[in-house]
C-alpha cells in the first residue's frame, strides 16, 4: 500500500503532522502530543506493511488512540487561533478520516531498518544547499544510527540511541559550518 494512498488512518495522521507544523511555530506543544503522532506514524507503518496479518491488525486500536490523543491535544492547542482556525481544521480531519487526500505526503527516502526499537530519538534538521550524502552515511554508520532524507535531499533525519545521535551530530559539525559559511 502506497503511503500516499487513501488510507484514512494515514491521512489524518498527515493533517495532524501538518496542524503540529503550523503550531508549533507559536506554541510550546507538550511532549505527549508530538510522543503520540509518533508512535502513532510508527503503527501505521507497521500495520500498512501486512494489514491481515493478526499482530498487526491488533495495533489498530492503540493507532486509533495515539491519533485521537494527538488530535486532542493539538485541537486545544489550537483554540488559542480562534473558532474559525479550530473549524477548519476539524474539516481537514474529517475530510482525512473519509480517505480524501487534503495534503500531499512527500515521502522519504527510507533507509529503515526493521525491527528498530520504538524507544529510538531523533533529531531533524535541513541544510539550506545539497550536501554530501555519502559523508553522511559514513557517520551514521559508524555513530550506528539511521538517517533519511526527503525528497529535496534538505531535510535530514537521524535515528538512534540519544548517545549515538549526539556522536554522529558532532562528527557533523562541519557540514553545519560549511552550511553557515554559504549563508
Known amino acids: 500500500m502506497a503511503e500516499n494512498d487513501s488510507d484514512p488512518l494515514f491521512q ?13 511555530q507559536s506554541y510550546e506543544i507538550p511532549r505527549d502530543v508530538i510522543k503520540s503522532l509518533q508512535y502513532a506514524k510508527a503503527l501505521i507503518n507497521f500495520y500498512k506493511e501486512d494489514p491481515e496479518h493478526p499482530d498487526r491488525s491488533r495495533e489498530l486500536p492503540r ?72 559523508r553522511f552515511y559514513e557517520i551514521c554508520e559508524y555513530e550506528g544510527v539511521i538517517i533519511e532524507y526527503d525528497d529535496n535531499d534538505s531535510s535530514v533525519f537521524v535515528f538512534g540511541e540519544k548517545p549515538n545521535i549526539t556522536n554522529a551530530l558532532k562528527e557533523m559539525a562541519s557540514f553545519f559550518q560549511e552550511q553557515q559559511q554559504k549563508a
Open 63 to 134: 493507532i486509533e488512540s495515539f491519533l485521537r490523543d494527538a488530535e486532542m491535544g493539538l485541537l486545544s492547542i489550537a483554540e488559542n487561533e480562534g473558532k474559525d482556525f479550530v473549524k477548519d481544521w476539524e474539516q481537514k480531519l474529517y475530510d482525512a478520516s473519509t480517505g480524501k487526500e487534503v495534503f500531499k505526503y512527500h515521502k522519504l527516502q527510507s533507509k529503515f531498518i526493521a525491527g528498530m526499537p520504538a524507544n529510538f530519538d531523533f533529531v531533524r534538521f535541513n541544510f539550506k544547499n545539497h550536501v554530501a550524502e555519502e
Open 12 to 24: 489524518r495522521w498527515t493533517v495532524l503532522d501538518h496542524l503540529l507544523k503550523e503550531l508549533i
